[in-house]
């Protein structure tokens, strides 16, 4: 890096800091202070206050890190300038180690994603077991191989690398999460849901392999909006990519404000002292989670509990848990401050809306709890869709006018008026703010059509990208084969079975993705915000296919997962673009992981559903009670069975103009961009909107403690002590990610399978007053305030 920077011209030196601020205008994650800096460079040393030379040392080191390495600090921390072809990455034990992986951490994810509370093995975890692996097969496995095409494969290479150890990561990483499909299953296997006696293993492997690979077959649009965009820096992935560095990579002594523990050795303490603590928060002493500290002065009082409860209220409170995995709960040290600031902003907007349509009992709200995520009947009670669908799952009219419409509480109705408004808005706005990379990629992408035999990452230069172009490239028809087989496989599932789904449906929702995949890829490229379709989905399927659930969670299931899929696909790509993994090797890891963990989770779902007493019930063993399974059964309710237009032309007619609304305000956000763009640098009226839709069952609880964590790391620690910031800032946060999975892990097996309860006030005061369930809940009474013992339209005539 020296000698490339010392070698610059100082006239391509000032023209390359000019190109950068051209690109990077506007651009949140790139720093303040070296944008102004940098304005002052190019207007020579005069404006810059620094003597000749000076002004050329300063010009030509900031050109040199964004020409050779990487304009963002958090990239520079987490990356190497230069690249080792000789490393050793696809070996057979790095595809052991990380399908073996894939194996254990698909599994358990997909059997207790099922319960409440969930337990899950996150990427971090694994990754601290997957290294002991590694260096265990270097010592034990013989040199043994074989030679294809001059090329040698052996059991054991060497040490185990870097590279190896980020290949098996992203392996794993990609298929390690609950398959969405899943709730299909349980939905239409359990009597409790929508039996459908025809399921069986061919129709659940068709449509669990088809939603598994629709959004593979996009990556090769998207990669170059996402992958190959320097500004799309992915902040969530930041920390994976300093785990596996603080483990592998060697690093010279230094001192650094004062600090000289080695990455390795600063994970290993930041662990263990985690690993110790969580007990407390987790078993010891529960109160520290749940830290509703101003509901215990007066437990039984209903305002109190409503406004600054964490459990049943809006968790308006200054210090709300002591539990890291709350405070983390929105990557507190992972994304960047404004993009935090922003949803915060949004959540507390939303505390204030919700607390206004209780209080006014806005349609009906002030007979249901505050903030809950359930659907409920007009007495209060829990919505019982049974009691209105006929022998086919659909909906009987009779029953439903002798029955109830269904209700949600204030805080689910902010929840989907905030989506309905960020669709428009999130599309509309992005499209116009990231035109140029837009642009960019999709004359990259046409150019590669025209030109089969040209590379990928023609037309993008920076360092990264430069150095990648070494590895051979995977080709877009691969990924169209892809996408061409998973389609087949989709309209088989729908056409052998009786799902009754129409096949244009598929086409649909893939066209739908289409549109806004980029859009909402860049936004968790940028900011670490994410955004599904699923809701988008729910609404235009409930008004093309009225009445009928069975279709709606069909195609649900696929469109959330050709983005889901795809952003992680993506995301995967990502860390190998940055730890330099041929893509080619990332192609084969991602496909036969997916693959695998397709007859992984299959066969533990049937496993589960056969052998777990009455589970997805309140009576379920070991806490089985599906609440995911139950929030997609009242969605499949609400907008497949009972449908958007009665919700839309009754219920909630108020509902349909928040997508007016959402593209209203497109046209103010884009002019304050555009007239000032110093001002608003940092706003981001997406997060904003998206903060809204925190609640419901969530609550500001959640957020708040985070926030200040965010502003102390990401803002504060970032801008005074860069160098500290750089080294620990990542390695603290997945030393403690690692650390509290891995406890809750051993905490649920050793003491809460077989339930061993500490019974003492620290344990027991979360359970007492309002705030712990107990006695008032909602703001009014049915059976005292409601006319004829029922709120909402009357019976026999309901929407």
Same mark, same amino acid.
């Given at each position: 890096?020296?000698?490339?920077?010392?070698?610059?011209?100082?006239?391509?030196?000032?023209?390359?800091?000019?190109?950068?601020?051209?690109?990077?205008?506007?651009?949140?994650?790139?720093?303040?202070?070296?944008?102004?800096?940098?304005?002052?460079?190019?207007?020579?040393?005069?404006?810059?206050?620094?003597?000749?030379?000076?002004?050329?040392?300063?010009?030509?080191?900031?050109?040199?890190?964004?020409?050779?390495?990487?304009?963002?600090?958090?990239?520079?921390?987490?990356?190497?300038?230069?690249?080792?072809?000789?490393?050793?990455?696809?070996?057979?034990?790095?595809?052991?180690?990380?399908?073996?992986?894939?194996?254990?951490?698909?599994?358990?994810?997909?059997?207790?994603?099922?319960? =409440?509370?969930?337990?899950?093995?996150?990427?971090?975890?694994?990754?601290?077991?997957?290294?002991?692996?590694?260096?265990?097969?270097?010592?034990?496995?013989?040199?043994?191989?074989?030679?294809?095409?001059?090329?040698?494969?052996?059991?054991?290479?060497?040490?185990?690398?870097?590279?190896?150890?980020?290949?098996?990561?992203?392996?794993?990483?990609?298929?390690?999460?609950?398959?969405?499909?899943?709730?299909?299953?349980?939905?239409?296997?359990?009597?409790?849901?929508?039996?459908?006696?025809?399921?069986?293993?061919?129709?659940?492997?068709?449509?669990?392999?088809?939603?598994?690979?629709?959004?593979?077959?996009?990556?090769?649009?998207?990669?170059?909006?996402?992958?190959?965009?320097?500004?799309?820096?992915?902040?969530?992935?930041?920390?994976?990519?300093?785990?596996?560095?603080?483990?592998?990579?060697?690093?010279?002594?230094?001192?650094?404000?004062?600090?000289?523990?080695? =990455?390795?050795?600063?994970?290993?303490?930041?662990?263990?002292?985690?690993?110790?603590?969580?007990?407390?928060?987790?078993?010891?002493?529960?109160?520290?989670?749940?830290?509703?500290?101003?509901?215990?002065?007066?437990?039984?009082?209903?305002?109190?509990?409503?406004?600054?409860?964490?459990?049943?209220?809006?968790?308006?409170?200054?210090?709300?848990?002591?539990?890291?995995?709350?405070?983390?709960?929105?990557?507190?040290?992972?994304?960047?401050?404004?993009?935090?600031?922003?949803?915060?902003?949004?959540?507390?907007?939303?505390?204030?809306?919700?607390?206004?349509?209780?209080?006014?009992?806005?349609?009906?709200?002030?007979?249901?709890?505050?903030?809950?995520?359930?659907?409920?009947?007009?007495?209060?009670?829990?919505?019982?869709?049974?009691?209105?669908?006929?022998?086919?799952?659909?909906?009987?009219?009779?029953?439903?006018?002798?029955?109830?419409?269904?209700?949600?509480?204030?805080?689910?109705?902010?929840?989907?008026?905030?989506?309905?408004?960020?669709?428009?808005?999130?599309?509309?706005?992005?499209?116009?703010?990231?035109?140029?990379?837009?642009?960019?990629?999709?004359?990259?992408?046409?150019?590669?059509?025209?030109?089969?035999?040209?590379?990928?990452?023609?037309?993008?230069?920076?360092?990264?990208?430069?150095?990648?172009? =070494?590895?051979?490239?995977?080709?877009?028809?691969?990924?169209?084969?892809?996408?061409?087989?998973?389609?087949?496989?989709?309209?088989?599932?729908?056409?052998?079975?009786?799902?009754?789904?129409?096949?244009?449906?598929?086409?649909?929702?893939?066209?739908?993705?289409?549109?806004?995949?980029?859009?909402?890829?860049?936004?968790?490229?940028?900011?670490?915000?994410?955004?599904?379709?699923?809701?988008?989905?729910?609404?235009?399927?409930?008004?093309?296919?009225?009445?009928?659930?069975?279709?709606?969670?069909?195609?649900?299931?696929?469109?959330?997962?050709?983005?889901?899929?795809?952003?992680?696909?993506?995301?995967?790509?990502?860390?190998?673009?940055?730890?330099?993994?041929?893509?080619?090797?990332?192609?084969?890891?991602?496909?036969?992981?997916?693959?695998?963990?397709?007859?992984?989770?299959?066969?533990?779902?049937?496993?589960?559903?056969?052998?777990?007493?009455?589970?997805?019930?309140?009576?379920?063993?070991?806490?089985?009670?599906?609440?995911?399974?139950?929030?997609?059964?009242?969605?499949?309710?609400?907008?497949?069975?009972?449908?958007?237009?009665?919700?839309?032309?009754?219920?909630?007619?108020?509902?349909?103009?928040?997508?007016?609304?959402?593209?209203?305000?497109?046209?103010?956000?884009?002019?304050?961009?555009?007239?000032?763009?110093?001002?608003?640098?940092?706003?981001?009226?997406?997060?904003?909107?998206?903060?809204?839709?925190?609640?419901?069952?969530?609550?500001?609880?959640?957020?708040?403690?985070?926030?200040?964590?965010?502003?102390?790391?990401?803002?504060?620690?970032?801008?005074?002590?860069?160098?500290?910031?750089?080294?620990?800032?990542?390695?603290?946060?997945?030393?403690?990610?690692?650390?509290?999975?891995?406890?809750?892990?051993?905490?649920?097996?050793?003491?809460?399978?077989?339930?061993?309860?500490?019974?003492?006030?620290?344990?027991?005061?979360?359970?007492?007053?309002?705030?712990?369930?107990?006695?008032?809940?909602?703001?009014?009474?049915?059976?005292?305030?409601?006319?004829?013992?029922?709120?909402?339209?009357?019976?026999?005539?309901?929407?």
């Amino acid at each position: 890096m020296v000698e490339k920077i010392e070698e610059l011209k100082i006239n391509d030196a000032v023209q390359h800091l000019k190109d950068a601020l051209l690109h990077h205008q506007g651009d949140a994650n790139f720093p303040s202070e070296v944008y102004a800096l940098m304005e002052e460079l190019v207007q020579g040393h005069e404006a810059s206050h620094l003597n000749e030379e000076e002004w050329e040392f300063q010009c030509k080191l900031e050109a040199g890190l964004i020409v050779f390495h990487s304009p963002y600090p958090e990239i520079r921390a987490v990356t190497d300038p230069v690249d080792d072809l000789t490393i050793p990455i696809e070996t057979i034990r790095a595809y052991f180690l990380g399908l073996f992986w894939t194996i254990i951490g698909a599994g358990v994810n997909e059997f207790f994603m099922h319960r =409440k509370p969930a337990i899950s093995l996150k990427s971090p975890m694994i990754q601290v077991m997957l290294y002991p692996c590694g260096k265990l097969l270097a010592k034990v496995l013989p040199d043994w191989g074989f030679t294809v095409r001059g090329t040698r494969h052996s059991l054991n290479p060497g040490p185990w690398t870097y590279k190896e150890q980020m290949f098996a990561t992203i392996i794993f990483n990609v298929a390690i999460p609950y398959t969405y499909v899943s709730h299909n299953i349980y939905m239409q296997k359990l009597p409790v849901f929508f039996p459908t006696p025809w399921i069986d293993f061919g129709y659940q492997f068709l449509l669990m392999a088809s939603s598994q690979l629709l959004g593979f077959g996009l990556v090769s649009l998207v990669r170059r909006f996402c992958v190959y965009e320097q500004r799309c820096i992915w902040p969530t992935l930041l920390p994976t990519l300093s785990l596996n560095r603080a483990l592998l990579k060697p690093e010279k002594k230094e001192v650094i404000n004062g600090w000289k523990i080695s =990455k390795y050795n600063f994970f290993l303490v930041c662990f263990c002292g985690m690993f110790l603590y969580n007990w407390f928060p987790t078993f010891i002493f529960e109160a520290l989670s749940t830290f509703s500290w101003i509901t215990w002065i007066a437990p039984n009082n209903f305002n109190l509990a409503t406004v600054t409860g964490s459990q049943y209220g809006l968790g308006f409170n200054p210090w709300v848990t002591f539990d890291w995995n709350i405070v983390d709960y929105n990557f507190a040290l992972t994304i960047p401050f404004f993009s935090q600031l922003n949803q915060y902003i949004g959540t507390f907007i939303g505390f204030f809306v919700v607390l206004a349509l209780f209080k006014s009992n806005y349609k009906w709200t002030g007979f249901l709890p505050i903030n809950n995520n359930a659907i409920y009947d007009n007495k209060g009670k829990k919505y019982v869709s049974s009691k209105i669908l006929d022998a086919n799952s659909m909906l009987d009219e009779k029953k439903y006018q002798d029955y109830s419409p269904p209700f949600y509480t204030a805080g689910n109705l902010l929840v989907y008026g905030a989506y309905f408004a960020i669709y428009p808005f999130t599309f509309c706005y992005t499209v116009v703010q990231e035109f140029s990379t837009i642009k960019m990629g999709m004359i990259q992408f046409y150019k590669n059509l025209r030109n089969l035999k040209r590379s990928t990452y023609a037309g993008f230069n920076d360092p990264h990208a430069t150095m990648m172009k =070494k590895y051979k490239e995977v080709p877009d028809w691969y990924y169209f084969a892809i996408l061409v087989v998973s389609i087949a496989l989709a309209i088989i599932c729908i056409k052998v079975y009786p799902a009754q789904t129409p096949v244009w449906g598929i086409f649909f929702i893939l066209g739908l993705n289409l549109v806004f995949l980029v859009p909402i890829t860049i936004i968790l490229a940028t900011t670490g915000f994410s955004l599904t379709m699923n809701v988008l989905t729910e609404l235009i399927i409930g008004y093309a296919l009225p009445g009928n659930a069975l279709a709606l969670n069909t195609l649900k299931s696929l469109s959330h997962n050709i983005d889901s899929q795809a952003e992680s696909y993506i995301a995967d790509q990502k860390l190998a673009h940055y730890a330099k993994i041929p893509p080619m090797a990332i192609f084969r890891g991602q496909l036969v992981s997916t693959t695998l963990q397709v007859f992984v989770a299959l066969g533990v779902i049937n496993w589960q559903i056969e052998n777990v007493e009455n589970i997805c019930t309140s009576k379920a063993a070991n806490k089985f009670s599906c609440p995911k399974e139950l929030n997609f059964y009242s969605s499949a309710t609400f907008w497949g069975v009972i449908g958007p237009k009665r919700v839309f032309n009754g219920l909630y007619p108020v509902l349909q103009y928040c997508f007016l609304i959402g593209f209203l305000l497109v046209f103010p956000c884009l002019l304050a961009k555009r007239y000032f763009p110093r001002v608003t640098k940092y706003f981001e009226p997406v997060l904003i909107i998206g903060g809204l839709y925190q609640y419901a069952p969530y609550n500001l609880s959640y957020v708040t403690t985070g926030l200040y964590f965010s502003f102390f790391f990401m803002y504060y620690v970032r801008r005074k002590y860069t160098s500290w910031w750089e080294k620990y800032n990542f390695v603290l946060t997945a030393s403690f990610s690692a650390a509290v999975a891995f406890s809750a892990v051993i905490i649920f097996f050793s003491v809460n399978y077989h339930p061993k309860k500490l019974n003492w006030w620290g344990n027991t005061v979360i359970t007492k007053g309002v705030d712990g369930g107990e006695g008032r809940q909602t703001l009014l009474n049915v059976t005292l305030g409601a006319i004829d013992g029922y709120f909402g339209p009357r019976s026999g005539s309901y929407p």
